[in-house]
């Protein structure tokens, strides 16, 4: 699904949604009165475009357009998504609302990044209310899936059916918040983090460093893959929940927390924590931090979806769902993709296991082509490889997109020869050669035998097709 998304507000947040937009093929038009908007979203799109592609196996949609405008109107005339990153000042979010409204189209789902409003505040004195509703995203917006979808009562449960389908096809995780509330959910449970953090630095209890370590040493590292209610519930041993809460529950009435009363925010607090936070990371550029977070972000993620668990799963399957079936060309492309980060080794290049990998998920794709599929496998046939022989001809980095065409040297009975080049797509460079033979085996004896007709008959027809070309 594509279409095109109009960005209000090209900020932090703003700049996100329009990379996000962008990367999976939908036009983008961005208003902002920032003189600097151009350069900064540029900045944040050079982020995501090197990290996004990242996360998946498959090839990358083409990227669609980003235009910026100098007017609201321009922005949103025709426009399928319209996402308001307006400061956080409801005076200034209804002000753009009217805007907005003036000239998009009333089908188009309007919606707000909002961190803490709520939709029926944003959709006060609204031209359309039903069209209204918050996508609340999490930074950096180019990699992190959740949205918190909230409509109002007041929301088109139609539009809010679309708003879900877009966020999805798009890589993203609604969330359907479905009853209103200050700071929605993810939000409300950040707010009573940092309160208790703030009351810690100002207590003199621990500095900005000791409260990070706290957490990406310990529960920061378990909430990525089970959140806080199956954490615990493992937490409890064999008798899960009950137990955990029979144990814990009492300690609430204990001074443990202070979490419904806030710290003044004093100037003496601001100058201790943002001396703290100098002491701990000034050293490093924003653009450093952004990148250091991405990139630990993005193997975080990989992880998480070699396991199917969480975020992981969602990548997974939206990973599937951008996989297109092998066309016909000769050599057949049988593998497009970004290097991952996770890939490189202590040369700063990829490591050669890599290689293998590559050319082996090109012959996977090839044994698909050929009818040689999970089906197949399933009822007991497939090919192991019996010979690889890897040339590497020059350094592949991480961020480099890259192709494997295969061509069929050999398809005769029971043998499979399969001759690999990977090339970098930027330049059109030959990175690596592979030449694999590989024998069809029955999954029952373990041992070698003829394919089955329809992938002998298959194969065949892809022999000659390339000796072809070849001769
Ligand atoms: N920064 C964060 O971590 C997150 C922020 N949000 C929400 O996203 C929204 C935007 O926040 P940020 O991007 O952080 O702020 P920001 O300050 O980085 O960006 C706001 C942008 O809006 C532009 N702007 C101001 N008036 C405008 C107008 N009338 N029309 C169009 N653009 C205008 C500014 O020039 C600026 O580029 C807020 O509602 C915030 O609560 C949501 C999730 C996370
Ligand atoms: C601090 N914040 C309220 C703006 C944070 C968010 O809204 C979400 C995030 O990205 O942490």
């Known amino acids: 699904m594509t279409g095109s998304a109009a960005i209000i507000g090209g900020g932090v947040i703003g700049g996100g949604w329009a990379a996000r937009f962008a990367l999976m093929r939908w036009e983008v038009r961005i208003f902002d009165p920032d003189p600097e908007a151009e350069r900064k979203i540029g900045e944040v799109m050079a982020n995501a475009a090197r990290v996004l592609p990242m996360l998946y196996e498959a090839p990358m949609p083409t990227r669609g357009a980003i235009t910026y405008v100098g007017t609201v109107a321009e922005a ?46 944003l959709q006060q004195g609204a031209a359309r209310s039903g069209q209204i509703m918050v996508a609340h995203p999490f930074n950096p917006v180019y990699l992190l899936p959740l949205i918190e979808l909230v409509p109002s009562a007041a929301s088109d449960a139609a539009i809010v059916t679309r708003a879900k389908e877009i966020l999805t096809a798009i890589g993203m995780y609604p969330l359907h918040v479905r009853a209103e509330i200050d700071a929605h959910i993810a939000d409300r449970f950040l707010e009573a983090v940092w309160r208790e953090a703030l009351w810690l630095v100002k207590d003199g209890i621990a500095t900005t460093e000791e409260i990070d370590n706290a957490i990406r040493y310990g529960f920061g590292l378990r909430w990525a893959q089970m959140g806080l209610f199956e954490t615990y519930r493992v937490a409890g041993g064999e008798a899960g929940m009950r137990h955990f809460m029979a144990q814990f529950g009492p300690c609430l009435q204990w001074p443990w927390t202070k979490l419904t009363d806030v710290p003044e925010f004093t100037d003496e607090l601001v100058d201790l924590i943002a001396g703290q936070s100098d002491a701990q990371s000034g050293h490093m550029g924003i653009r450093d931090l952004e990148r250091l977070r991405d990139n630990n972000l993005v193997a975080i993620l990989r992880a998480l979806k070699q396991q199917g668990a969480a975020a992981g799963k969602l990548i997974l399957d939206h990973d599937n769902s951008l996989r297109a079936s092998l066309g016909d060309e000769i050599p057949l492309v049988t593998v497009r993709r970004v290097v991952p980060v996770d890939w490189t080794d202590i040369n700063g290049h990829m490591n050669e296991g890599r290689y293998g990998q590559l050319f082996s998920d090109a012959s996977e794709e090839l044994m698909i082509h050929i009818g040689a599929d999970r089906e197949y496998i399933a009822a007991g046939h497939s090919y192991f ?55 069809h085996v029955s999954l029952e004896t373990r041992r070698s035998c003829p394919p089955l007709p329809h992938v002998a008959a298959a194969l065949d027809r892809l022999a000659a097709a390339h000796a072809e070309v070849t001769a």
Do not use: N
């Not at 000042?89 to 309007?110: F, M």
């Not at 080049?421 to 930027?426: L, T």
């Open 385 to 439: 490889t019996a010979e690889t022989s890897i040339r590497y001809l020059a350094e592949t980095h991480a961020g480099e997109d890259i192709r494997v065409t295969t061509r069929v040297a050999l398809g005769a009975g029971k043998k499979l020869k399969l001759w690999h080049q990977m090339h970098r797509a930027a330049d059109d460079a030959l990175l690596a050669t592979c030449d694999q033979f590989l024998l």
């Open 76 to 121: 949103v005339a025709g426009a399928d998504w319209i996402q308001e990153s307006v400061p956080e000042r409801l005076d200034i979010k209804h002000r753009v609302i009217a805007e907005i409204q003036a000239a998009c189209s009333p089908d188009a789902v309007l919606a707000s990044s909002t961190s803490g409003f709520k939709p029926s505040e």
